[in-house]
């Protein structure tokens, strides 16, 4: 499956909530809501996002859903973004990732009708915002990706269950640019029922 990208501004504004910081690492309150399976109407569709960094609520594609908005509506929806927006001291960007044709999960080729939906939302600083200091709550999983095209080759995702994660380095590139603990990006994707469902892929525990 091959991803296609439409790249725009960020115009979510950022919380004003400030981080709790122990045992060397910066710690969200203690109240975080985690919701299994389908999250109401008047829920936020990603409630573990970290304080200082709750894009989602009043951003500008906040009302796009992953595997289920068209690339069509999604230019209605966005057709009014202005070209780039700073927050917190921070120059943000956003692009649109949609699903393209092609793929199979366990020999079965994607159902037909997520083509040319909305796969996620990427959020990416512009500048170095370090989470050097962040420590994830429970509700986020830990692991690796690798990119041979990516200017350090590999960083961690920390990923919740409905769909949020964050992309951090946790190694530093050989020019210096980047240093372990610099944020890559927040991805904004489908929960992982809602993708279990509509891709009829079956995700693994890990």
């Not at 389908?38 to 960094?53: C, G, I, K, T």
């Not at 366990?106 to 500048?127: F, N």
């Amino acid at each position: 499956m091959e991803v296609s990208r439409a790249r725009r501004s960020l115009a979510g504004a950022l919380g004003g909530l400030k981080m709790m910081r122990q045992a060397g690492c910066a710690v969200a309150p203690a109240l975080w809501v985690m919701v299994i399976g389908v999250v109401l109407a008047d829920s936020p569709r990603y409630p573990n996002e970290l304080p200082a960094y709750e894009f989602h609520a009043q951003a500008e594609w906040g009302a796009l859903q992953p595997l289920i908005t068209t690339q069509a509506e999604a230019d209605v929806l966005l057709r009014d973004s202005k070209p780039g927006f700073f927050k917190n001291g921070h120059h943000w960007i956003y692009t649109v990732h949609y699903w393209g044709a092609g793929g199979s999960c366990a020999g079965r080729p994607y159902p037909a009708s997520l083509i040319g939906t909305v796969a996620y939302i990427e959020v990416e600083p512009k500048g170095r915002v370090s989470f050097s200091n962040v420590c994830f709550p429970p509700q986020f999983r830990k692991h690796e990706l690798m990119g041979a095209h990516d200017r350090v080759g590999s960083w961690l995702v920390y990923e919740d269950e409905l769909g949020l994660a964050y992309h951090v380095y946790d190694k530093s590139s050989d020019d210096g640019t980047v240093q372990p603990g610099d944020l890559k990006a927040i991805v904004y994707g489908p929960s992982r029922q809602v993708y279990q469902d509509l891709t009829h892929c079956v995700v693994a525990d890990g």
